[in-house]
């Protein structure tokens, strides 16, 4: 119903600006809630931010509010993740999801997600 394709990762330097892009296609998208979240090594999927396809509501998590954006657009098919100010520490893979929950609390509780990406490999060397 929902395919999902991040994009925009790399290798970079602390300090810089990152930008993923997740590609969004299939049927109903305007019932899903899609997020972004993040896995480093050794750790366990973290949840950084959601957005809502239809009206764009958003929630953060903890340690997705202050250097993490997200965004959407429809004419784009895409939901972004803006990073500000990359710290050695974002260096995870990061996926983005779709699901039909909501954009609250639930995305940080609840791991299961209808549909992932394949995700992309974010590096911040210090």
């Known amino acids: 119903q929902v395919h999902l394709a991040e994009s925009g990762g790399g290798l970079l330097q602390a300090g810089e600006s990152l930008r993923l892009s997740c590609a969004v296609s299939?049927?109903?998208?305007?019932?899903?809630?899609m997020g972004w979240l993040r896995q480093a090594p050794g750790k366990e999927r973290e949840f950084l931010a959601a957005i809502t396809w239809s009206g764009g509501t958003t929630y953060y998590a903890k340690s997705g509010k202050g250097r993490f954006t997200i965004s959407r657009s429809h004419a784009e098919n895409a939901v972004y993740l803006q990073i500000g100010f990359v710290k050695p520490e974002d260096t995870a893979v990061y996926y983005c999801?779709?699901?039909?929950?909501?954009?609250?609390?639930?995305?940080?509780?609840?791991?299961?997600?209808?549909?992932w990406g394949q995700g992309t490999q974010v590096t911040v060397s210090s």
């Open positions: 299939g049927d109903r998208l305007s019932d899903y809630t």
């Open positions: 999801a779709a699901d039909d929950l909501g954009p609250g609390l639930g995305w940080a509780l609840i791991s299961e997600k209808d549909y």
